[in-house]
């Protein structure tokens, strides 16, 4: 693994966070919390500016569905009707560029019908794959513009941050087109650990970071470059910020329109659980994948209606827990009407989807069934929930018998020390 700072250690920077936006007057105006403004995102900034400032360069633009203008065009194709701009490829993440693959997969690479450009397949490509592909585009700028939703192991932030090594690597510009965090600004979570950095966590970060993909690439550039070859130095790097956005809101209250950034994440409610329930990919309950509700549907056979009982009768803040019953049409327990619960949110910004998941881990591992996924390929680290939470302490805890308070109490020193470290890249206030 590349060589990192140490998160815990925080301290030094402040000194890196200033060269990497440009002024106001370079980008957009200073963004803030709204006061009758309509919230704007970056890509609506740029386009509303004739894409100025990609003039003149070799444009390549790392997307998906979610890279839209408000009037739902996409910024590809807004791009590619300004002849004077120079698109020389698009570059797909896991998804695809047009978002049809499931979970784990991609597109292949293909041309698209619509502006003829090339579509290349990036899901999975590292660092040194991506330049490979930067370079045979030709592009000296690269654009990332995708809804992100807040959390560690949603995998297009990992992405972005190995284009922006690549980048930095083939000396191309890095342009990020900023959108809103729909979970907003609440920091929450264990933190990623060395040993347990995968394709859900590449680097030492907080499970729910509070940032934007914005203010994650200058985190990203401030804190967690590889140190080896180019001496360490950063990326250039320059990000496009949300007007009109309050950090402390969710999707619900931005008035932008929803567009799903996979095929399990339909509504921004999916969005809001997810930095929790994502929890049940690492156990043998079905996490509500092939239902209409992905996310907020858990439950499996060997649940009963006493597990919802026992989550109300925890009054966490702002949700109720419904007995619900699925069957699946894919994924775990296909076919086979699975009990449990459907999570209905209250009051969104009130929610704590990591203590309300680990409340709902809990109650489960009561029953005799329960069991955690197991990845038979990888006999280091064989628990997905490690991986998913950044080390084996959240599955020893909840094992040994713990309580959601004593779990979740275990890691309030490393959210503070990520919110401390995170401080100088923060855009909005």
């Given at each position: 693994m590349?060589?990192?700072?140490?998160?815990l250690?925080?301290?030094?920077?402040?000194?890196?966070?200033?060269?990497?936006?440009?002024?106001?007057?370079?980008?957009?105006?200073?963004?803030?919390?709204?006061?009758?403004?309509?919230?704007?995102?970056?890509?609506?900034?740029?386009?509303?500016?004739?894409?100025?400032?990609?003039?003149?360069?070799?444009v390549?633009?790392?997307?998906?569905?979610?890279?839209?203008l408000?009037d739902?065009?996409?910024?590809?194709?807004?791009?590619?009707?300004?002849?004077?701009l120079?698109?020389?490829?698009?570059?797909?993440?896991?998804?695809?560029?047009?978002?049809?693959?499931?979970?784990?997969?991609?597109?292949?690479?293909f041309?698209?019908?619509?502006?003829?450009l090339?579509?290349?397949?990036?899901?999975?490509?590292?660092?040194?794959?991506?330049a490979?592909?930067?370079?045979?585009?030709?592009?000296?700028?690269?654009?990332?513009?995708?809804?992100?939703?807040?959390?560690?192991?949603?995998?297009?932030?990992?992405?972005?941050?190995?284009?922006?090594?690549?980048?930095?690597?083939?000396?191309?510009?890095?342009?990020?087109?900023?959108?809103?965090?729909?979970?907003?600004?609440r920091?929450?979570?264990?933190?990623?650990?060395?040993?347990f950095?995968s394709?859900v966590?590449?680097?030492?970060?907080?499970?729910?970071?509070?940032?934007?993909?914005?203010?994650?690439?200058?985190?990203?550039?401030?804190?967690?470059?590889?140190?080896?070859?180019?001496?360490?130095?950063?990326?250039?790097?320059?990000?496009?910020?949300?007007?009109?956005?309050?950090?402390?809101?969710?999707?619900?209250g931005?008035?932008?329109?929803?567009v799903?950034?996979?095929?399990?994440?339909?509504?921004?409610?999916t969005?809001?659980?997810?930095?929790?329930?994502?929890?049940?990919?690492?156990t043998?309950?079905?996490?509500?994948?092939?239902?209409?509700?992905?996310?907020?549907?858990?439950?499996?056979?060997?649940?009963?209606?006493?597990y919802?009982?026992r989550?109300?009768?925890?009054?966490?803040?702002?949700?109720?827990?419904?007995?619900?019953?699925?069957?699946?049409?894919?994924?775990?327990?296909?076919?086979?009407?699975?009990?449990?619960?459907?999570?209905?949110?209250?009051?969104?910004?009130?929610?704590?989807?990591?203590?309300?998941?680990?409340?709902?881990l809990?109650?489960?591992?009561?029953?005799?069934?329960?069991?955690?996924?197991?990845?038979?390929?990888?006999?280091r680290?064989?628990?997905?929930?490690?991986?998913?939470?950044?080390?084996?302490?959240?599955?020893?805890m909840?094992?040994a018998?713990?309580?959601?308070?004593?779990?979740?109490?275990?890691?309030?020193?490393?959210?503070?020390?990520?919110?401390?470290?995170?401080r100088?890249?923060?855009?909005?206030?």
């Open positions: 590349p060589s990192r700072r140490s998160l250690a925080g301290g030094a920077a402040a000194a890196l966070a200033a060269p990497l936006l440009p002024a106001p007057s370079a980008t957009a105006a200073a963004p803030g919390r709204p006061d009758g403004r309509d919230v704007v995102p970056g890509a609506d900034v740029a386009a509303a500016r004739g894409w100025s400032m990609l003039r003149g360069r070799k390549g633009v790392i997307s998906n569905p979610t890279g839209v408000r739902t065009g996409h910024i590809v194709d807004s791009m590619a009707a300004h002849s004077e120079e698109i020389v490829g698009v570059f797909g993440p896991e998804h695809g560029f047009r978002g049809s693959a499931q979970a784990g997969g991609s597109e292949p690479e041309t698209d019908p619509r502006t003829g090339t579509v290349y397949d990036a899901y999975g490509a590292g660092a040194a794959k991506l490979e592909l930067f370079t045979r585009a030709g592009a000296d700028t690269i654009v990332f513009d995708i809804q992100d939703v807040g959390v560690r192991f949603y995998t297009y932030i990992w992405t972005m941050y190995s284009a922006m090594v690549a980048a930095r690597s083939t000396g191309a510009r890095f342009v990020v087109l900023d959108r809103p965090n729909p979970i907003g600004r920091a929450d979570g264990p933190l990623m650990t060395e040993e950095t394709g966590g590449a680097e030492v970060i907080i499970q729910q970071h509070g940032m934007t993909v914005g203010e994650l690439a200058r985190y990203f550039n401030g804190e967690l470059m590889p140190k080896e070859g180019e001496g360490g130095k950063q990326s250039e790097l320059e990000v496009v910020p949300v007007r009109g956005w309050d950090p402390y809101s969710t999707a619900h931005n008035g932008l329109p929803w799903p950034p996979s095929p399990n994440m339909p509504t921004a409610d969005a809001v659980v997810y930095a929790g329930t994502g929890y049940f990919e690492g043998n309950l079905s996490e509500g994948r092939g239902t209409t509700r992905p996310f907020e549907f858990v439950g499996a056979p060997y649940l009963d209606h006493r919802s009982d989550l109300d009768a925890r009054e966490l803040p702002g949700v109720r827990f419904r007995e619900g019953y699925f069957a699946p049409t894919f994924g775990k327990h296909t076919g086979t009407t699975c009990a449990g619960v459907q999570i209905h949110l209250t009051d969104p910004r009130r929610y704590e989807p990591i203590p309300t998941a680990v409340a709902m809990v109650e489960a591992r009561r029953y005799p069934g329960f069991a955690w996924r197991q990845d038979s390929w990888d006999t680290r064989p628990f997905w929930i490690d991986k998913l939470s950044g080390s084996p302490r959240l599955r020893e909840i094992d018998g713990k309580d959601a308070d004593e779990v979740v109490a275990a890691w309030r020193e490393e959210v503070r020390a990520f919110e401390r470290t995170r100088a890249y923060l855009l909005y206030r």
